[in-house]
């Protein structure tokens, strides 16, 4: 079946705009993650979705994003007032409750101008 | 606190050799763990998992990983690296009880030389 897709995958935006990232996860897969990953670094866990819940949420780095969750599937991440420190690959994952294991989309590459 | 580490941040290794990259973690519960393969300009893919059982687990691609509770450890291992397998291999880590969280290790990166 379709695996994670993320759109867009680049996205180039100026210092001070919002910009939204979309996430479509496995269908029936429960559990959704965000993650980031900057230029040589390891991911850095952003929020976690259970549903269209968000238990946890402790890895957004500020106020600036938020990330939600619709109808158990879509989710989109925004990133508010860009600054440059926020260009990274934006990685999104996808699991069922049962197995742990995540599937992975191809990311979003933001570059912040 | 919860962590993993990679020691290796970058590898050589000649086509046909052996190899073995490094993970060790710190976590209070009982782990599970993982080994995900990134592949230039890929999305990050799951080369095998260790949840309990048999300390040697078998994955994708020809790779093994063990499970040493006593070192802390879980190396990823390959008895003949292909040119294809050069890419950033990624070590996590996460528990029963907090299946929300998965922690990444920061990454080795593999070249292989012909």
């Known amino acids: 079946g379709a695996g994670v897709s993320q759109s867009p995958s680049n996205k180039v935006t100026e210092k001070g705009k919002d910009v939204e990232l979309r996430c479509d996860p496995i269908s029936g897969h429960t559990a959704l993650y965000w993650y980031r990953q900057s230029l040589g670094q390891g991911l850095e866990f952003l929020i976690y979705?259970?549903?269209?819940?968000?238990?946890?949420k402790s890895g957004l780095p500020s106020d600036r994003f938020s990330a939600e969750r619709t109808g158990g599937s879509v989710s989109t991440l925004t990133i508010q007032r860009t600054q440059q420190e926020d260009s990274a690959v934006y990685l999104c994952?996808?699991?069922?409750?049962?197995?742990?294991?995540?599937?992975f989309g191809p990311g979003t590459r933001l570059t912040v101008t | 606190a919860q962590s993993v580490t990679q020691p290796d941040i970058h590898i050589t290794v000649s086509e046909g050799a052996s190899l073995e990259l490094r993970c060790n973690y710190s976590y209070g519960a009982t782990p599970y763990l993982f080994w995900y393969v990134q592949s230039p300009g890929q999305g990050l893919q799951l080369l095998l998992k260790?949840?309990?059982?048999?300390?040697l687990v078998q994955g994708i691609k020809g790779f093994e990983a063990e499970f040493k509770r006593s070192q802390s450890s879980f190396n990823l291992r390959k008895p003949s690296v292909h040119w294809s397998d050069a890419a950033e291999y990624f070590c996590a880590v996460g528990s029963y009880s907090s299946a929300s969280k998965i922690i990444f290790g920061s990454g080795t990166r593999l070249s292989i030389r012909p």
């Open positions: 979705f259970q549903g269209n819940s968000a238990p946890d």
């Open positions: 994952a996808s699991s069922s409750s049962d197995t742990y294991e995540q599937y």
């Open positions: 260790y949840f309990s059982g048999d300390t």
